[in-house]
T-cell receptor, first 115, second 114 residues
Framework: DTAVSQTPKYLVTQMGNDKSIKCEQN?????MYWYKQDSKKFLKIMFS???????INETVPNRFSPKSPDKAHLNLHINSLELGDSAVYFC??????????????FGPGTRLLVL | AQSVSQHNHHVILSEAASLELGCNYS??????LFWYVQYPGQHLQLLLK??????LVKGIKGFEAEFIKSKFSFNLRKPSVQWSDTAEYFC????????????FGQGTTLQVKP
């Protein structure tokens, strides 16, 4: 059973397009995250939701909009894609608030290539 | 600002060699510490973690790490590496008050030659 799943696995698109990435977790966790891994493999958090409420919103262009329809799902919508958006996007989840003695579990990643 | 530094960017070892990857963080308060591994083309997997208690923690696949609070370090070790350990290794810190924001180091690429 996949704990944290993402779709699609690969996404190739043209500059200017709008695309979405979906994430689902079946661990019963309250908190979900989006991380971006750049071409140098550096990982940085973008957003975090706790029980559908946005709790972390890093310095990310407002072309990126997360949406959490319920606590098991966290989607990422990207408007007007740019070349610099090419990266691997990882979804993660943790049991509660994400701080006290909690582990984050990561999905398989979505490799986005903007042409 | 909090940061995590991994000293070795690219490590090449022969099978059976011993491994130590350095990780230092800049935060004076309470922290949770993690090592994650990313095998080629795969997602991040948890190798081990430190929350409290014994500063020497053991993880999967024979890895261990030691938390030295005075040095703000959490180095990863393995006595004898295998070819299958070839991967990217990430140290990460979750600091008190950060509401779950994991701060990652820049990663270390480990290449094990058979």
């Amino acid at each position: 059973d996949t704990a944290v799943s993402q779709t699609p696995k690969y996404l190739v698109t043209q500059m200017g397009n709008d695309k979405s990435i979906k994430c689902e977790q079946n661990l019963g966790h309250d908190t979900m995250y989006w991380y971006k891994q750049d071409s140098k493999k550096f990982l940085k958090i973008m957003f975090s939701y706790n029980n559908k409420e946005l709790i972390i919103n890093e310095t990310v262009p407002n072309r990126f909009s997360p949406k959490s329809p319920d606590k098991a799902h966290l989607n990422l919508h990207i408007n007007s894609l740019e070349l610099g958006d090419s990266a691997v996007y990882f979804c993660a989840s943790s049991p509660a608030s994400g701080w006290y003695q909690e582990t984050q579990y990561f999905g398989p990643g979505t490799r986005l290539l903007v042409l | 600002a909090q940061s995590v530094s991994q000293h070795n960017h690219h490590v090449i070892l022969s099978e059976a060699a011993s491994l130590e990857l350095g990780c230092n963080y800049s935060y004076g308060g309470t922290v949770n510490l993690f090592w994650y591994v990313q095998y080629p083309g795969q997602h991040l997997q948890l190798l081990l973690k430190y929350f409290s208690g014994d500063p020497l923690v053991k993880g999967i696949k024979g890895f261990e790490a030691e938390f030295i609070k005075s040095k703000f370090s959490f180095n990863l070790r393995k006595p004898s590496v295998q070819w299958s350990d070839t991967a990217e290794y990430f140290c990460a810190v979750n600091a008190y008050g950060n509401t779950g924001k994991l701060i990652f180091g820049q990663g270390t690429t480990l290449q094990v030659k058979p």
